[in-house]
C-alpha cells in the first residue's frame, strides 16, 4: 500500500478501511488529507479484491471540519481557482463501489459533509453532527446545505445550518441522517461487517442498486421509477442473476461470478 501521512488504509477481507489521522487537529481536512483520501479511495475502487469501502475516524472525532487555518488566508479568486472543496471533496461522493461513513465524535462542518457523501453513515452513540460555518463566518461549502435538507427536510436543515446546533445520535437515526446507532466500542467493527456482507454479493448487481437509489436524490419520481426500471431490466442480462435466481430454486448459497 502508498504510504500516506493524514490517513490509515488497510484491506480487511473484501472491505478497504480508510481512517482518517490528523489526531492533534482532530482530523480537520486538511488539503493533504483530501489529496490522499482521494488516492486511496482510488486504490481500493481499482482494486477487485475489494467489494466495499468504510471511512472512519476516531473516538473523539470523524472530522472537526475543514481546515479552517489552511483556509482563513483564502480569497475568492483562490479558491475559485483551486476548485476549493469540490474537486478533491466529491470523490466519496464518486465512488462507484458501496462506501459506508462510521462516525464516532465530532462530525462538524466539512466532517458532516464528507460523512454524507459516502452511502450511509453507521453512528456511535458518541457522534455529534453540525454545520456550524455560519459561526466562522463562512457557509458550508462542501454539499452540506443540499445533502443534509435532502436527508433530513428543509426545517431541521435550516435550523443546523443557522444556528449551529449539534445532533447527536439518536437525533441524527430519527431524522434519518444515519441509518443506525451502534455503541462506539464496536463502530468500526460493525461498520466492517455490514461491508463484508455487501462485499460478498455479486459486485455489478449490487453497483446497479446503488445507481438506482442514487437517481432517487436528481430525479424526480416519474423519472426514478423509470431509471429503476431500466437498471432492473439490465440485471437480467447479468450471468449474477441467472445464477442468483436458480441458486435459490435449488437451495444452496450463490456463487457469484461478477458478470
Ligand atoms: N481546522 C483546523 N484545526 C482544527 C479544527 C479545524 N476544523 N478543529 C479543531 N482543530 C484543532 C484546534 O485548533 C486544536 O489545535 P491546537 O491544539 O493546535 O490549538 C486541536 O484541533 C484541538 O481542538 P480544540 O482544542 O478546539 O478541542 P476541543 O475539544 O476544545 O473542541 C471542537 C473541539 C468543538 C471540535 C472545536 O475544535 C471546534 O469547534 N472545531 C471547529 C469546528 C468547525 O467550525 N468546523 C467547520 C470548519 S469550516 C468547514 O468545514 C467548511 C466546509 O463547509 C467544508
Request: aromatic share 6%; hydrophobic share 50%; proline share 2%.
Amino acid at each position: 500500500m502508498a504510504a500516506y501521512d493524514t490517513i490509515l488504509v488497510e484491506a480487511r477481507g473484501a472491505v478497504g478501511l480508510i481512517t482518517l489521522n490528523r489526531p492533534k487537529a482532530l482530523n480537520a481536512l486538511s488539503d493533504q488529507l483530501m489529496t490522499e483520501l482521494g488516492r486511496a479511495l482510488d486504490g481500493f475502487e481499482a482494486d477487485d479484491a475489494i467489494g466495499a469501502i468504510v471511512v472512519t475516524g476516531s473516538d473523539k472525532a470523524f472530522a472537526a471540519g475543514a481546515d479552517i487555518k489552511e483556509a482563513a488566508g483564502f480569497t475568492f479568486i483562490g479558491a475559485h481557482k483551486a476548485n476549493f472543496i469540490t474537486a478533491k471533496w466529491e470523490r466519496l461522493a464518486a465512488c462507484r463501489k458501496p462506501t459506508i461513513a462510521a462516525v464516532a465524535g465530532y462530525a462538524l462542518g466539512g466532517g458532516c459533509e464528507l460523512a454524507m457523501m459516502a452511502d450511509f453513515i453507521l453512528a456511535a452513540d458518541t457522534a455529534q453532527f453540525a454545520l456550524p460555518e455560519v459561526t466562522i463566518g463562512t457557509i458550508p461549502g462542501a454539499g452540506g446545505t443540499q445533502r443534509l435538507t435532502r436527508l433530513v427536510g428543509k426545517s431541521k436543515a435550516m435550523e443546523m445550518v443557522l444556528s449551529a446546533r449539534r445532533m447527536d445520535a439518536v437525533e441524527a437515526e430519527r431524522a434519518g441522517l444515519v441509518s443506525r446507532v451502534i455503541p462506539a466500542a464496536e463502530l468500526v467493527d460493525e461498520a466492517v461487517r455490514v461491508g463484508e456482507r455487501i462485499a460478498a454479493l455479486s459486485r455489478p448487481i449490487v453497483m446497479m442498486a446503488k445507481d438506482a437509489v442514487n437517481a432517487a436524490y436528481e430525479t424526480t419520481l416519474a423519472e426514478g421509477v423509470k431509471v429503476e426500471r431500466r437498471i432492473f431490466y439490465a440485471t437480467f442480462a447479468t450471468e449474477d442473476q441467472k445464477e442468483g435466481m436458480t441458486a435459490f430454486a435449488e437451495k444452496r448459497h450463490a456463487d457469484w461470478k461478477n458478470r
